[in-house]
Every structure is written in structure tokens, then in C-alpha cells.
């Protein structure tokens, strides 16, 4: 299918007539996302050969509106399609292309991401996990955490240490690994909003092959963080997707029919969206609900929250429109991150706020089934996934404002001679 070149507004009416002609709501959920990769609607900004169109940003945008417009299910949207499927399109192999793109535009694998670990979490580059090359596979041992879906997933992208000779940055590599194997333990952690979507993984012998080493032999680092700004940019702002479906084969959902599959997804409390961080709208309805839409300070917070969210929402788009035009990434995705720890926290101060002593329950009978409180006990987690907010300042002071970087005693030592904690790291 060839992208639209007609404008936006012919490009909504060209999506409005495609979901017309093929939506039906009894067709399967592997059946409806294949039909979604193939048409190119579910990704467009992606490659034409590789299940886009080919268009920009704004017009991406204004085809997910028309979707969620339309009551249809939307595409996969997990890791595997905001972090696994973006670094593949710029950084894999044509075999590695052929190999998952489909699988990711399909939503037929879940995947999750293997980067933080216990003594490695904002210095990512001091990890200890090691692979070490066995003929044309990698032998890995190590322990991960705060793996967000690690249990539900088919595969996991991986940095792991490669060669300890070299310093910490350098002697990293990126890996695609089977979840699915011996020597591969994944263990939930129970969060305190209730939810077990973070995970601990260990490895002990597991194996990935060489051919699913990404961007070549020791340069992890540089894959990493063009994973973790894929990520912040696509999380950041806290944009809409409608009811999400989980993808992979695991959660159950794929062979059935798509619209029960909406439904059982919007009533699972676990992994479900709670209520929505950074809509405005959403909070003064929910102000007019507990009777304080009058409350004068209560609606300058309401008119705070919209204003904080239509600059996230302009920044992003003006990082769009570089990328559109080919210029290099620079700290837009920092920016958009600290933007939404801002509304994250505002949305949360601010639904407290309106229902008061309302917001100490949780349970069913809490005040709209208490996905307030999950909401806002969900937010905590916003200053620190993808990247704390202090490193994103860093990044924005070097990067953006010319500051001097922070003194690094041992960026140029081989990993090999650092001690971290009481282990050699060789």
C-alpha cells in the first residue's frame, strides 16, 4: 500500500474507509494484527518493506487517532514494537530484519528488556554480566532486574559484558536472547501499587547465538542508549493507545476473537492501564465527580496540568519534526522524560488532592474502583524507568547547556581493575 499524499485530512478519511471495509470484531487477534502490519496502518512511520508507510510523525499520529476514533483494537504496542523494532530498523542486519520484523509488527512475541542490574542501575555501563563466546553462541551468567514483562516474554534484548580488557564502556555487546531456555529464572517482584509487572532474571549458562549479537562485537553501550531513547520517547509524554492487548503467545490472547479480547483486557487490573497520568480532561471530570470543579485552586492545578501537557506534547513534536528532517537525535527524548516525571507527579498530587480522604482506599470500593490510588501509586516509578530524572539532567546540562561533564576516575580503566563491591569483575 502506498502512503497517502494527499494531506492529513484525506489521510483520516483514507483510514476511516480501510477500518470500514475491515474491521469485524469476531476475527481473531493474531488475524486483526496481521492484517494491521500488512495494510501499514499500525506503524506507518516504519519502512515501506518493513510494515509502514513511510510517513512522518504528525501523519502517524493522526492515523492512531482515527484507530482509537474508530473503537478498533490497537496495534501491539510493548517494548518489542517502542525499543526492540526501532533499533533493528537502524542498527540490524538484513537478515536480522527478515528474521523479526514481522514477528514485532504482528505482536506475535512479546519481548522485554534485560539492562539494569543490582550494582548496575544509573551506571549502567559498570554491569557484571558476562557472555563469553563459545564457538557461535555466547554462554551468559548474570543476574538482571526490574524487567518489566520478563515473565511474559518470548525474548529479551540483553547487554551483557563481552570483554573485561577493555573500559567499561567498550566492553559491552547487545544481544537478542530466548527467555524460553534452560538456565533462564525469572522471578516477579510484587510492587507496592499491587502489581508484579517488574521482575528479577538470573542466568546461569544460558546461551544466545552470535548471530543475534545487534550493532556489532562490543559496541553494547551505544546500542543501549539508542535503545533507552527509543524508549523515553515513546513512554515519556504518556500518550494514548486505548484498551492495550497484550502481545506474545503467552498472555492467551492472540487466538481470540478481538473483541473479547478488548474487553477481558480493559477488566484485568494487573498490567492494565490505571487512571490516566497527564490527561486534564480526565481530572476535571473526575474534580466535577467529587463535587470541587468550583474550587478555584483545584482548576488553576487542572489548567497547570493541561498547560505542563501541551508543552510536553509540542517538545515532542518539534523533536519530530528534526527527526523527519534528518537531523541528528540530540537530548529531545531527556526532555520529554523529565516532562512526564512532572505530569506523572502533577497527575498524581492532584487526583489525591480531589479525593481526599478517598484516596487512602484501594480496593474495589475505593472511589472509581480505586484506579486513582493506582495511579498514582504507579506514578513513583516515572522518575526512574528509562533512566533516572538526575541522569536525564545530566544529559540535558552537558548535551543542551555546554556544562563540563561529571569528573569519571574510570572511564579509561580496563573493566578488569575495578572493583565493584567485593568481586573482581574479570
Same mark, same amino acid.
Given at each position: 500500500?502506498?502512503?497517502?499524499?494527499?494531506?492529513?485530512?484525506?489521510?483520516?478519511?483514507?483510514?476511516?474507509?480501510?477500518?470500514?471495509?475491515?474491521?469485524?470484531?469476531?476475527?481473531?487477534?493474531?488475524?486483526?494484527?496481521?492484517?494491521?502490519?500488512?495494510?501499514?496502518?499500525?506503524?506507518?512511520?516504519?519502512?515501506?518493506?518493513?510494515?509502514?508507510?513511510?510517513?512522518?510523525?504528525?501523519?502517524?499520529?493522526?492515523?492512531g487517532?482515527?484507530?482509537?476514533?474508530?473503537?478498533?483494537?490497537?496495534?501491539?504496542?510493548s517494548?518489542? /514494537?517502542?525499543?526492540?523494532?526501532?533499533l533493528?530498523?537502524?542498527?540490524?542486519?538484513?537478515? /536480522?530484519?527478515?528474521?523479526?520484523?514481522?514477528?514485532?509488527?504482528?505482536?506475535?512475541?512479546?519481548?522485554?528488556?534485560?539492562?539494569?542490574?543490582?550494582?548496575?542501575?544509573?551506571?549502567?555501563?559498570?554491569?557484571?554480566?558476562?557472555?563469553?563466546?563459545?564457538?557461535?553462541?555466547?554462554v551468559?551468567?548474570? /543476574?538482571?532486574?526490574?524487567?518489566?514483562?520478563?515473565n511474559?516474554?518470548?525474548?529479551?534484548?540483553?547487554?551483557?559484558?563481552t570483554?573485561?580488557?577493555?573500559?567499561?564502556?567498550?566492553?559491552?555487546?547487545?544481544?537478542v536472547?530466548?527467555?524460553?531456555?534452560?538456565?533462564?529464572?525469572?522471578?516477579?517482584?510484587?510492587?507496592?501499587?499491587?502489581?508484579?509487572?517488574?521482575?528479577?532474571?538470573f542466568?546461569?549458562?544460558?546461551?544466545?547465538?552470535?548471530?543475534?549479537? @545487534?550493532?556489532?562485537?562490543?559496541?553494547?553501550?551505544?546500542?543501549?542508549?539508542?535503545?533507552?531513547?527509543?524508549?523515553?520517547?515513546a513512554?515519556?509524554?504518556?500518550?494514548?493507545?486505548?484498551?492495550?492487548?497484550?502481545?506474545?503467545?503467552?498472555?492467551?490472547?492472540?487466538?481470540?476473537?478481538?473483541?473479547?479480547?478488548? /474487553?477481558?483486557?480493559?477488566?484485568?487490573?494487573?498490567?492494565?492501564?490505571?487512571?490516566p497520568?497527564?490527561?486534564?480532561?480526565?481530572?476535571?471530570?473526575?474534580?466535577?465527580?467529587?463535587?470541587?470543579?468550583?474550587?478555584?485552586? @483545584?482548576?488553576?492545578?487542572?489548567?497547570?496540568?493541561?498547560?505542563?501537557?501541551?508543552?510536553?506534547?509540542?517538545?515532542?513534536?518539534?523533536?519530530?519534526?528534526?527527526?523527519?528532517?534528518?537531523?541528528?537525535?540530540?537530548?529531545?527524548?531527556?526532555?520529554?522524560?523529565?516532562?512526564?516525571?512532572?505530569?506523572?507527579?502533577?497527575?498524581?498530587?492532584?487526583?489525591?488532592a480531589?479525593?481526599?480522604?478517598?484516596?487512602?482506599?484501594?480496593?474495589?470500593?475505593?472511589?472509581?474502583g480505586?484506579s486513582?490510588?493506582?495511579?498514582?501509586?504507579?506514578?513513583?516509578?516515572?522518575?526512574?524507568?528509562?533512566?533516572?530524572?538526575?541522569?536525564?539532567?545530566?544529559?540535558i546540562?552537558e548535551? @543542551?547547556?555546554?556544562?563540563?561533564?561529571?569528573p569519571?576516575?574510570?572511564?579509561?580503566?580496563?573493566?578488569?581493575?575495578?572493583?565493584?563491591?567485593?568481586?573482581?569483575?574479570?
Amino acid at each position: 500500500m502506498e502512503a497517502p499524499n494527499s494531506g492529513i485530512d484525506d489521510l483520516r478519511a483514507d483510514v476511516r474507509a480501510w477500518v470500514d471495509a475491515n474491521w469485524d470484531a469476531r476475527m481473531t487477534v493474531r488475524a486483526w494484527w496481521e492484517l494491521l502490519a500488512e495494510s501499514g496502518w499500525a506503524y506507518p512511520t516504519w519502512p515501506k518493506q518493513w510494515f509502514g508507510l513511510g510517513v512522518s510523525a504528525d501523519e502517524a499520529a493522526a492515523v492512531g487517532q482515527e484507530l482509537h476514533a474508530a473503537g478498533v483494537a490497537m496495534p501491539p504496542h510493548s517494548q518489542a /514494537q517502542t525499543m526492540a523494532a526501532p533499533l533493528i530498523l537502524e542498527y540490524g542486519s538484513e537478515e /536480522q530484519k527478515h528474521r523479526w520484523m514481522r514477528t514485532l509488527a504482528t505482536g506475535a512475541e512479546s519481548w522485554c528488556q534485560f539492562f539494569s542490574e543490582p550494582n548496575a542501575g544509573s551506571d549502567l555501563a559498570s554491569l557484571q554480566t558476562r557472555a563469553v563466546r563459545d564457538g557461535d553462541e555466547w554462554v551468559v551468567n548474570g /543476574q538482571k532486574v526490574w524487567n518489566g514483562g520478563a515473565n511474559e516474554a518470548e525474548r529479551g534484548i540483553l547487554v551483557a559484558r563481552t570483554d573485561s580488557s577493555l573500559p567499561k564502556h567498550r566492553g559491552l555487546s547487545f544481544f537478542v536472547i530466548d527467555v524460553d531456555q534452560p538456565g533462564v529464572e525469572i522471578r516477579p517482584i510484587r510492587q507496592i501499587n499491587g502489581d508484579a509487572h517488574f521482575n528479577e532474571s538470573f542466568f546461569s549458562d544460558a546461551r544466545v547465538a552470535d548471530s543475534d549479537t @545487534i550493532g556489532g562485537l562490543n559496541n553494547g553501550w551505544l546500542m543501549a542508549m539508542a535503545t533507552l531513547a527509543f524508549e523515553r520517547a515513546a513512554y515519556a509524554v504518556g500518550a494514548h493507545y486505548g484498551v492495550g492487548i497484550p502481545c506474545g503467545e503467552k498472555p492467551g490472547y492472540l487466538d481470540m476473537p478481538v473483541g473479547e479480547a478488548m /474487553q477481558r483486557a480493559a477488566s484485568v487490573r494487573t498490567g492494565a492501564p490505571s487512571f490516566p497520568m497527564g490527561d486534564a480532561l480526565a481530572i476535571a471530570a473526575l474534580a466535577a465527580e467529587a463535587g470541587c470543579v468550583g474550587d478555584a485552586i @483545584i482548576r488553576q492545578r487542572i489548567a497547570q496540568l493541561y498547560m505542563m501537557g501541551e508543552t510536553a506534547r509540542l517538545t515532542t513534536l518539534r523533536a519530530r519534526a528534526a527527526a523527519d528532517a534528518g537531523k541528528p537525535s540530540g537530548a529531545e527524548s531527556s526532555i520529554a522524560h523529565l516532562a512526564g516525571v512532572h505530569i506523572a507527579r502533577a497527575s498524581r498530587d492532584l487526583g489525591l488532592a480531589i479525593l481526599g480522604a478517598g484516596g487512602m482506599l484501594a480496593d474495589a470500593d475505593a472511589p472509581r474502583g480505586g484506579s486513582v490510588t493506582h495511579m498514582a501509586l504507579t506514578s513513583l516509578c516515572h522518575g526512574i524507568q528509562g533512566g533516572t530524572e538526575h541522569v536525564q539532567r545530566n544529559i540535558i546540562g552537558e548535551r @543542551i547547556l555546554g556544562l563540563p561533564k561529571e569528573p569519571q576516575v574510570d572511564r579509561d580503566i580496563p573493566f578488569r581493575e575495578l572493583m565493584v563491591g567485593t568481586r573482581r569483575a574479570d
